[in-house]
T-cell receptor, first 111, second 110 residues
């Protein structure tokens, strides 16, 4: 079983749609959680950290369920520019600054 | 602007011909990482430096070496590139739990 699992997609949605991505992680000692965005042939960029209480940044909402070892990302009012691969990333306790990456979920927003 | 810089952005080499990729940072972060990323896959950690302390991942081939002469610079040396080493090589830095990535070097092996 992979340490961080994501549905690879692609998710094809129309502009304006709401789309949700899910991610599960296997190590209950995981401590920090992030969503990174990666455009085609570019580097991953930090989209947002994920906090236990849930957090929102504009059209993006991240949720964490520690009991179920589950992380989600909700994108409201999708834009064409949201088309990218979204990487679920986990930092495990006692792993220092080491990150474990999910395989990514590809989103394609169509006009 | 503080940033992570990688050179070159594109590198073409021949099978077996050594190649060096470079990374520099102006963030003054103490940890630097090298990742390999192949198409449609997650970045795979090759090694990292915590200050001058080098940490190799168990499954990183001996063909891959690294140097960090100072806080700002880190190099990835591929001694004898094979066709399977064609990939995007990403350098990243961190000070806390999140990491900042450079733009990557795309390596082609002919």
């Amino acid at each position: 079983r992979k340490e961080v699992e994501q549905d690879p997609g692609p998710f094809n949605v129309p502009e304006g749609a709401t789309v949700a991505f899910n991610c599960t992680y296997s190590n209950s000692a995981s401590q920090s959680f992030f969503w990174y965005r990666q455009d085609c042939r570019k580097e991953p960029k930090l989209l947002m950290s994920v906090y236990s209480s849930g957090n929102e940044d504009g059209r993006f909402t991240a949720q964490l369920n520690r009991a179920s070892q589950y992380i989600s990302l909700l994108i409201r009012d999708s834009k064409l520019s949201d088309s990218a691969t979204y990487l679920c990333v986990v930092n495990m306790k006692n792993a220092g600054n080491m990150l474990t990456f999910g395989g990514g979920t590809r989103l394609m927003v169509k006009p | 602007d503080a940033m992570v810089i990688q050179n070159p952005r594109y590198q073409v080499t021949q099978f077996g011909k050594p190649v060096t990729l470079s990374c520099s940072q102006t963030l003054n972060h103490n940890v630097m990482y090298w990742y390999q990323q192949k198409s449609s896959q997650a970045p795979k950690l090759l090694f990292h430096y915590y200050d001058k302390d080098f940490n190799n991942e168990a499954d990183t081939p001996d063909n891959f070496q690294s140097r960090r002469p100072n806080t700002s610079f880190c190099f990835l040396d591929i001694r004898s590139p094979g066709l399977g080493d064609a990939a995007m090589y990403l350098c990243a830095t961190s000070q806390t739990s999140s990491q900042f990535f450079g733009p990557g070097t795309r390596l082609t092996v002919l």
